[in-house]
T-cell receptor, first 118, second 111 residues
Framework: GAGVSQSPSNKVTEKGKDVELRCDPI?????LYWYRQRLGQGLEFLIY????????KSGLPSDRFSAERTGESVSTLTIQRTQQEDSAVYLC????????????????FGPGTRLTVL | SQQGEEDPQALSIQEGENATMNCSYK?????LQWYRQNSGRGLVHLIL?????REKHSGRLRVTLDTSKKSSSLLITASRAADTASYFC???????????FGQGTRLTINP
């Protein structure tokens, strides 16, 4: 079946512009995550959606970052007034099960969006 | 801050040799996972080990977990050129609803 898809695959923008990144999770997956990965670094958690619960926004680095999710489907990550430090690969992942300490919670990743802010 | 820290940061070995990567973490966990990443793009799940398990095997992969030392190791036996990638450990801290990834180990297998 189809995996997690993200668009665009690459985005080049000028400093100060707004960008919107899209993630289509695997159908039926209730959990959706956004991560940021700077060059040569590990993954930095940004935000987590789980069903109809309030999202965990604890990883968003500033108020320029926001994300929305429509039900249990597509999610968009918006970065306003982009800065050069926002340049990174933005990865989306989805997971099929409710977060439960007894559950197997493998995450399925999309290919990422490489954002370059000039 | 990153909970999982991999060691070494980079590892280069000859094809056919075994590769061992280590991961340390700070808080109590429910489980620990290892992921592989090729070419800086999406990660692929390799193996999950629960906090009440000590060792797990999957093909050429062997994972160990020592909760007393808060550490895990990933062993890849009989390495192949195709194993060249970055490897990340990820932990879900008890009571937390997210995975925390380490900085990764860049593994290079030389033919």
């Amino acid at each position: 079946g189809a995996g997690v898809s993200q668009s665009p695959s690459n985005k080049v923008t000028e400093k100060g512009k707004d960008v919107e990144l899209r993630c289509d999770p695997i159908s039926g997956h209730t959990a959706l995550y956004w991560y940021r990965q700077r060059l040569g670094q590990g993954l930095e958690f940004l935000i987590y959606f789980q069903g109809n619960s309030a999202p965990d926004k604890s990883g968003l680095p500033s108020d320029r970052f926001s994300a929305e999710r429509t039900g249990e489907s597509v999610s968009t990550l918006t970065i306003q007034r982009t800065q050069q430090e926002d340049s990174a690969v933005y990865l989306c992942a989805s997971s099929p099960l409710d977060w439960d300490w007894q559950s197997y919670n493998e995450q399925f990743f999309g290919p990422g969006t490489r954002l370059t802010v000039l | 801050s990153q909970q999982g820290e991999e060691d070494p940061q980079a590892l280069s070995i000859q094809e056919g040799e075994n590769a061992t990567m280590n991961c340390s973490y700070k808080t109590s966990i429910n489980n620990l996972q290892w992921y592989r990443q090729n070419s800086g793009r999406g990660l692929v799940h390799l193996i999950l080990i629960r906090s009440n398990e000590r060792e797990k095997h999957s093909g050429r992969l062997r994972v160990t977990l020592d909760t007393s030392k808060k550490s895990s190791s990933l062993l890849i036996t009989a390495s192949r050129a195709a194993d060249t990638a970055s490897y990340f450990c990820a932990t879900d801290a008890s009571g937390a609803q997210k995975l925390v990834f380490g900085q990764g180990t860049r593994l290079t297998i030389n033919p």
